[in-house]
């Protein structure tokens, strides 16, 4: 069985502060995507990383692929209350196959 | 429009009625999927459907039963479904380029649905 494992599940901090959200599994993957999702609705992509160490940055969020393609690391610097959400990671396999985690609430206090 | 959508937002049945989801991608993609999303548990694949070709059915029971009339419009129909069919529908649509594309997945908003 294909697992993809996020971590921490829930967090919650304060404005302000930095966070890092993991996303590991023991499958390679030909790309990675983050998506953030808030309640009701669908889930809206951040990002995506296809190459081995890729490093992505979108505003204060830091995307990284490991160099290995089985895992993968976000990063939000300065959180603000409007990055409050539901963050996604999915591994594709190339073609239709892809798996997600089951994600990290993340709640940011003002 | 743009993206993808999906309707109707909200959907409250009986185990006895029928209904039917709809989704419609403007993209141009070639792709097209459904998931079911519970309280914390990982996205479950549904369905998936290329060039309006069922590709792929996760051992999905019968009471669900996709259609795709054109790479644009894609329905899931429900009948007599169970309270734990209760869920958050998602649909998505990729532009399929071959086994080793990165093949991002966009989603539209979801169907909350209750099945009482």
């Known amino acids: 069985t294909q697992l993809l494992e996020q971590s921490p599940q829930f967090l919650s901090i304060q404005e302000g502060e930095n966070l890092t959200v993991y996303c590991n599994s023991s499958?390679?993957?030909?790309?990675l995507q983050w998506y953030r999702q808030e309640p009701g609705e669908g889930p809206v992509l951040l990002v995506t990383?296809?190459?081995?160490?890729e490093v992505k940055k979108l505003k204060r969020l830091t995307f990284q692929f490991g160099d290995a393609r089985k895992d993968s690391s976000l990063h939000i610097t300065a959180a603000q209350p409007g990055d409050t959400g539901l963050y996604l990671c999915?591994?594709?396999?190339?073609?239709?196959?892809?798996?997600f985690g089951a994600g990290t609430r993340l709640f940011v206090k003002a | 429009e743009t993206g993808v959508t999906q309707t109707p937002r909200h959907l409250v049945m009986g185990m006895t009625n029928k209904k039917s989801l709809k989704c419609e991608q403007h993209l141009g993609h070639n792709a097209m999927y459904w998931y079911k999303q519970s309280a914390k548990k990982p996205l479950e694949l549904m369905f998936v459907?290329?060039?309006?070709?069922?590709?792929e059915n996760n051992s999905v029971p019968s009471r669900f039963s996709p259609e795709c009339p054109n790479s644009s419009h894609l329905f899931l129909h429900l009948h007599t479904l169970q309270p734990e069919d209760s869920a958050l529908y998602l649909c998505a649509s990729s532009q399929f380029a071959g086994r080793e594309a990165a093949d991002t997945q966009y989603f539209g908003p979801g169907t909350r649905l209750t099945v009482l």
């Open positions: 990383v296809v190459t081995g160490g």
């Open positions: 459907y290329s060039l309006e070709e069922r590709v």
């Open positions: 499958s390679v993957f030909s790309s």
């Open positions: 999915a591994g594709a396999f190339g073609g239709f196959k892809t798996i």
